[in-house]
């Protein structure tokens, strides 16, 4: 047995034991839904008038976080299922108030969007909470721009931490010039500005996912975008949004551990089907490209509204390489599994201006260098990096995920090229955007 789950008395371990005479991966692979189109999806749909319908939702804990918030307030969605989520929709402006606290759960994507839309619904009282992991990373980066707008919000420290509290209000539409790249923050204020006074505008550093922009497009949001300058407007109270139905495409981030795991296991071979090549999100393909990495895009297509495609990788020599710059927020989820590759590479890899990984679901740059280092790694933690030594081998040993799915996923992966057995502590992790990454796994062994 190469992957075995174990229960402990509150956790879950993963040991993986690759047999000595080594293992290749093959076969197609379908990939879960991705968690932030299905996030946008369920938003959205239930502030739109009419049905919406959801096919491929990603049935993460994530996404169950939105829906169980979502209807304490109002809307009626379905059971979640991956065949066709069914939502009546409220109609913008009608979330009710909620006579519990909503949970966001581990999720910053549910937290961070809902509150722009929770700040703009006029007279009515919120409370939000999230996990030990979600109340320890930073809200003031949406209630600063939010309070710009008119918003009243309390929660811990200065405002910076939930729980939060939210009083509605009509909102005032704002230019903000973020100081970083981020979607969440993007989209968030993207939300308020639906029912805010007049136009929203938000300008970003760099370009992080267009999810948002795309999906509020289709619901007939009035929304302009603005490529010179990274800027994206929408108009306030510009009238309903109506229910569409969505085909969410497969997560990237979730095919970027195939990709990885392909690339660096020797005689592998994989097919990844349905996966989601928005180009805000493909800067792990132009980096495995760069690495040398053998990956072909097949079958391309559009699926209502996002690029589609299925990728072919195969196993192949990787050399290290520089990732910096306006790339970052493109590749911003796959940076532990990017070390994970370089760490098989030739050479050296460095990773800059990716301070933004210490506020994830847990430090990512700090748990990516110390987890690998505990194999055999050889990996720097930089103040906005990682420097990763290419050309070690790694032996297996006791690791944890510190209860961030990625984590425990890339580690999964770099046991099966590691020699001995590894336990990865907190495996249950992967759950929140990969129920069945084990599984997966295990089919794909041979
Ligand atoms: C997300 C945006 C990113 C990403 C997260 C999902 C989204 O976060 O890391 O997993 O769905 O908008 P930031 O916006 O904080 O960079």
């Known amino acids: 047995m190469v992957v075995l789950l174990k229960n402990t008395s509150s956790h879950q371990d993963l040991i993986v034991t690759p047999p000595t005479e080594g293992i290749s991966l093959h076969g197609s692979v379908k990939i879960p ?22 096919q491929g939702l990603l049935l993460g804990e994530d996404p169950h976080s939105t829906a169980a918030c979502f209807r304490m307030m109002g809307a009626t969605i379905s059971e979640l299922n991956d065949t066709e989520v069914s939502i009546e929709g409220i109609g913008l402006g009608n979330l009710r108030e909620p006579k519990g606290v909503l949970n966001a759960g581990n999720s910053g994507t549910t937290l961070r969007l809902m509150l722009g839309l929770l700040a703009s619904h006029g007279d009515r009282f919120f409370t939000v909470t999230g996990d030990d992991s979600l109340r320890s990373r930073p809200m003031s980066r949406v209630v600063k721009p939010l309070a ?32 970083i790249a981020s979607a969440q923050v993007k989209s968030c204020l993207l939300l308020a500005g639906l029912s805010a006074q007049g136009k929203t505008t ?7 996912r267009d999810h948002s922009e795309r999906m509020l497009k289709a619901f007939g949001a009035e929304l302009s975008v603005d490529r010179e300058t990274n800027s994206v ?51 792990i393909l132009e980096v495995l490209a760069m690495m040398g990495a053998d990956i072909v895009q097949e079958n391309e297509r559009l699926v209502t509204g996002e690029p589609v495609a299925d990728l072919r ?59 690998l280092n505990r194999m055999g790694a050889k990996i ?18 006791e690791t944890d995920s510190y209860t961030d799915h990625r984590i425990a996923m890339s580690l999964a992966i770099a046991a099966l090229a590691a020699k001995g057995t590894t336990t990865i502590h907190r495996a249950e992790a992967a759950a929140v955007s990969y129920p069945n990454f084990v599984s997966t796994l295990e089919k794909i062994i041979q």
């Open 380 to 397: 720097t933690e930089l103040p906005d990096g990682l420097e990763i030594t290419g050309g070690v081998t790694l032996t297996g040993c």
């Open 233 to 283: 407007t929408v108009v306030g109270r510009s009238g309903s949004l109506q229910g569409q139905n969505i085909i969410v495409p497969g997560d990237i981030s979730s095919a970027a551990f195939w990709l990885v795991a392909a690339a660096i296991v020797p005689g592998s071979e994989l097919l990844i089907e349905n996966v989601g090549v928005n180009p805000t999100r493909t800067g």
């Open 313 to 371: 990788v195969r196993y192949g020599k990787l050399k290290g390489c520089a990732i910096a710059g306006d790339i970052i927020p493109r590749l911003i989820d796959e940076i532990p599994i990017l070390a994970v590759a370089a760490m098989f590479a030739e050479g050296t890899t460095t990773i800059k201006d990716a301070a933004e990984l210490r506020v994830k679901e847990s430090d990512r740059l700090a748990v990516t260098a110390s987890e």
């Open 202 to 208: 938000i300008t970003e550093p760099a370009l992080s």
């Open 33 to 54: 839904g991705d968690k932030s189109i299905s996030h946008r999806a369920l938003m959205l749909g239930s502030i739109a008038q009419g049905k919406t319908t959801i």
């Open 148 to 179: 710009q707008m008119g918003a009243t919000i309390w929660g811990r420290e200065d405002n910076a931490f939930a729980p939060l509290a939210i009083r509605g209000r009509q909102l005032q539409g704002i230019h903000y010039h973020s100081p």
